[in-house]
């Protein structure tokens, strides 16, 4: 669990400091099934005593286990994404008012990773293919294309056409 170290940073207004390290993540909840970090997550950040607030940024990478959802196949998915998040000290109450998208911390430590797991989950695909050229399962055998070529006969036509094909003939 990541846990960025703020405490001398809150008492210095303007001042910025540099955080680079690596966590291990649990796995990230998605419909279906849990894509789990194949390694660690690395960081590199940026934390700003904006005076209100301390401002994160920066990139987050990752290499993620999924499964091709052509083949079912496994694949480690590589992925960076940019990181930026607002943190408030929830015992201080700022000046100018709590912004809607600000997260509140309190103590000497901020504790990132619901919003890292959130920043990877809105970076995922909208679907994993492990290769450009995958040619998926077979949908009458359920024969892995890429490794066998199987027997089967398919019919091409769409159902959906049925009827204007018997209307052309």
């Known amino acids: 669990m990541p846990l960025l170290e703020v405490g001398k940073l809150k008492r210095s207004r303007g001042k910025r400091i540099d955080y680079h390290g690596s966590e291990m993540l649990p796995p990230l909840p998605v ?3 849990d894509i789990k970090p194949a390694r660690e997550v690395e960081y590199n950040l940026s934390l700003t005593n ?10 987050v990478k990752a290499e993620l286990n999924a499964r091709c959802n052509r083949c ?3 694949l480690v998915y590589p992925m960076e994404a940019q990181f930026q998040e607002t943190y408030y000290d929830s015992a201080l109450p700022p000046p100018g008012g709590i912004q809607p998208d600000w997260v509140p911390f309190s103590g000497d430590q901020i504790n990132i990773t619901p919003e890292v797991m959130q920043t990877l989950l809105v970076h995922l695909p909208m ?5 450009e050229d995958c040619l998926g399962l077979c949908p009458v055998c359920g024969t892995d294309l890429n490794k066998n070529r199987c027997r089967c006969t398919q019919d091409a036509s769409d159902p959906r056409l049925d009827k204007l094909k018997d209307l052309l003939s």
């Open 72 to 74: 079912l196949g496994s």
């Open 127 to 131: 679907r994993f293919i492990c290769r």
């Open 31 to 33: 419909e279906g099934e």
């Open 50 to 59: 904006a005076g209100d607030a301390i401002v994160v940024d920066g990139t």
